[in-house]
Nanobody
Framework: VQLVESGGGSVQAGGSLRLSCEAS????????MGWYRQAPGKERELVAD???????TYADSVKGRFTISRDYAKNTVSLQMNSLKPEDTAVYYC???????????????WGIGSLVTVSS
């Protein structure tokens, strides 16, 4: 299973960016998909995730500014980021819990990361 991210880049404070991630490979089902981020010198943290039934979770720091969405048919997850702040600068990682067969356990997969830089 591979997670391929797209989007990201550099933007000024107050601007918007959109991240997308597509899962491919031996996929029977995907439970949860989400985005994490890691800023320099900090631990990786959850930004937002969405379950197989559409339940979403957001970090307090991004509530009201970021929106996660998912295309279940295409195995993709997107993160619309509005009103970006310099403190949102980080490498953003796509994450997915994937079962490769009907009786297989979920395995956690990660993308390689996409850099988001917000300048003041």
């Amino acid at each position: 299973v591979q997670l391929v991210e797209s989007g990201g880049g550099s933007v000024q404070a107050g601007g918007s960016l959109r991240l997308s991630c597509e899962a491919s490979g031996m996929i029977f089902s995907i439970n949860r998909m989400g985005w994490y981020r890691q800023a320099p010198g900090k631990e990786r943290e959850l930004v937002a995730d969405i379950t197989s039934v559409g339940t979403t979770t957001y970090a307090d720091s991004v509530k009201g500014r970021f929106t996660i969405s998912r295309d279940y048919a295409k195995n993709t997850v997107s993160l619309q980021m509005n009103s970006l702040k310099p403190e949102d600068t980080a490498v953003y990682y796509c994450n997915a819990e994937v079962a490769s067969g009907r009786w297989a356990a979920d395995i956690n997969y990660w993308g390689i990361g996409s850099l988001v830089t917000v300048s003041s």
